[in-house]
Nanobody
Framework: QVQLVESGGGLVQAGGSLRLSCAASGRTFSSYAMGWFRQAPGKEREFVAA????????YYTDSVKGRFTISRDAAKNTLYLQMNSLKPEDTAVYYC???????????WGQGTQVTVSS
C-alpha cells in the first residue's frame, strides 16, 4: 500500500521559514516525479514545485522561485520542501504528490497546514 505522509507544517510569521517533509512508502518512485501542491481556502489546488526522482531535475512555480527549494533523500524515500521568506499568501494546505512519468497511478498525501501571519 502506497503512503505519502506529510509533516512540518505550522504557524510562522512573515519572513520566517518552514521545512515540509513527505515520507513515501509502499513502492519505489524511480520512475516518478514527486512534488508539492497547495490549496488555499476558496481556491483551486495549485502546483508549487516538483523533482524528478531519478535525476533530481527541479521545477517551480514562479511565485516561489528563489524562496522555496525542493529536494529528496533517496535513501530515506523522503521528499522535502524548504520554504524561506514566507509570505501570508503562502498560507495553504500543502500536499505531497507522486506523478508517474509513464502511464500509471497518481498518489497524494493527506496534506499539512501552513499558516503565515503578517
Amino acid at each position: 500500500q502506497v503512503q505519502l505522509v506529510e509533516s512540518g507544517g505550522g504557524l510562522v510569521q512573515a519572513g520566517g521559514s518552514l521545512r515540509l517533509s513527505c515520507a513515501a512508502s509502499g513502492r519505489t518512485f524511480s520512475s516518478y516525479a514527486m512534488g508539492w501542491f497547495r490549496q488555499a481556502p476558496g481556491k483551486e489546488r495549485e502546483f508549487v514545485a516538483a523533482i524528478i526522482w531519478s535525476d533530481s531535475t527541479t521545477y517551480y512555480t514562479d511565485s516561489v522561485k528563489g524562496r522555496f527549494t525542493i529536494s529528496r533523500d533517496a535513501a530515506k524515500n523522503t521528499l522535502y520542501l524548504q520554504m524561506n521568506s514566507l509570505k501570508p499568501e503562502d498560507t495553504a494546505v500543502y500536499y505531497c504528490n507522486a506523478d508517474p512519468l509513464l502511464p500509471g497511478r497518481r498518489y497524494w498525501g493527506q496534506g499539512t497546514q501552513v499558516t503565515v501571519s503578517s
